[in-house]
């Protein structure tokens, strides 16, 4: 199992990965900062947080998924990143598991589509936001920023190094 875990070619399948996290909650946040009244409604609709937070959680959390998405884009900061994706994926994950349980007939919020007919919860959207958190803890444990900004700027901080001693 350790020679799987030290396989080379996981840096290089972690970039790809990245990017593919980094547009899914680049296409996520789209709507929600352009429409944040359509997100508040569909954040008080899981009935989760008290109604005073409702509207603080729709206007901080797509600026927070567009911070991540742009960095890991970017492959600048990546671990952190990836660390926040998995943060958020596993708050949604909760909210989604949660409502589920109480039998709500929803629309998930995740993406532009607006009524519970559009795009309904259901295990299927557990699915698909676990194999999300999947993706996301990969990048956190194999992601060496081969292709992104902090290889470069390691780079150059070396150089700088190299020069000055």
Same mark, same amino acid.
């Given at each position: 199992?350790?020679?799987?875990?030290?396989?080379?070619?996981?840096?290089?399948?972690?970039?790809?990965?990245?990017?593919?996290?980094?547009?899914?909650?680049?296409?996520?946040?789209?709507?929600?900062?352009?429409?944040?009244?359509?997100?508040?409604?569909?954040?008080?609709?899981?009935?989760?947080?008290?109604?005073?937070?409702?509207?603080?959680?729709?206007?901080?959390?797509?600026?927070?998924?567009?911070?991540?998405?742009?960095?890991?884009?970017?492959?600048?900061?990546?671990?952190? =990143? #990836?660390? *926040? &994706?998995?943060?958020?994926?596993?708050?949604? $994950?909760?909210?989604?598991?949660? @409502?589920?349980? +109480?039998? !709500?007939?929803?629309?998930?919020?995740?993406?532009?589509?607006?009524?519970?007919?559009?795009?309904?919860?259901? =295990? #299927?959207? *557990? &699915?698909?936001?676990?194999?999300?958190?999947? $993706?996301?803890?990969?990048?956190? @444990?194999?992601? +060496?920023? !081969?292709?992104?900004?902090?290889?470069?700027?390691?780079?150059?901080?070396?150089?700088?190094?190299?020069?000055?001693?």
């Amino acid at each position: 199992m350790s020679r799987v875990l030290r396989w080379r070619g996981h840096a290089w399948l972690a970039a790809p990965v990245r990017w593919y996290l980094g547009g899914l909650f680049l296409l996520a946040c789209w709507h929600k900062i352009a429409d944040p009244g359509a997100f508040a409604l569909d954040v008080a609709t899981y009935d989760l947080l008290p109604l005073v937070l409702v509207n603080l959680m729709a206007l901080v959390l797509p600026w927070v998924e567009l911070a991540a998405a742009l960095l890991l884009l970017a492959g600048l900061r990546v671990r952190p =990143a #990836a660390l *926040l &994706v998995s943060a958020m994926m596993v708050m949604f $994950l909760l909210a989604l598991a949660t @409502a589920l349980a +109480r039998g !709500l007939d929803m629309s998930c919020g995740c993406f532009a589509a607006q009524g519970a007919d559009q795009d309904p919860i259901s =295990a #299927a959207t *557990l &699915v698909r936001d676990l194999v999300w958190l999947g $993706l996301s803890l990969y990048v956190v @444990a194999f992601d +060496r920023s !081969l292709l992104g900004l902090d290889r470069l700027l390691a780079a150059r901080t070396k150089a700088r190094a190299a020069e000055g001693g």
